[in-house]
């Protein structure tokens, strides 16, 4: 991660994610921000902090970047699922230095 320029807010939810800190997770999003992931849609603080606890926390999810260009990060991750790690691409909206939109899915 040390070669790849990151946003403050990318950079901060890795690193809430991968220190698995739900609170400074939830901090990184902006109110009324929406995640996509796994097909769903999670919309709002608290939808968010439950997609937070389900996705990035119980599994213990530790990401490791691999490219980031157009808001658009590629990261390895690992944590408690099976077949780890795998590639995912994140992307980002972000305004304020806040998360407003993200998409995840498998690369």
Do not use: Y
Not at 16 to 31: E, K, M
Not at 41 to 55: D, L, V
């Amino acid at each position: 991660m040390d070669d790849i320029t990151l946003p403050d807010a990318v950079g901060t939810f890795i690193a809430a994610t991968n220190a698995h800190d739900a609170n400074a997770l939830a901090a990184v999003f902006s109110d009324g921000a929406t995640v996509r992931d796994d097909g769903k849609t999670w919309a709002g603080g608290t939808e968010i902090r439950e997609w937070i606890h389900g996705h990035l926390i119980n599994p213990r999810i530790v990401l490791t970047p691999t490219s980031f260009a157009d808001d658009r990060l590629v990261a390895s991750g690992d944590g408690d699922f099976p077949g780890g790690p795998l590639s995912f691409a994140f992307v980002f909206g972000i305004k304020d230095d806040q998360v407003t939109d993200l998409a995840i899915e498998p690369v």
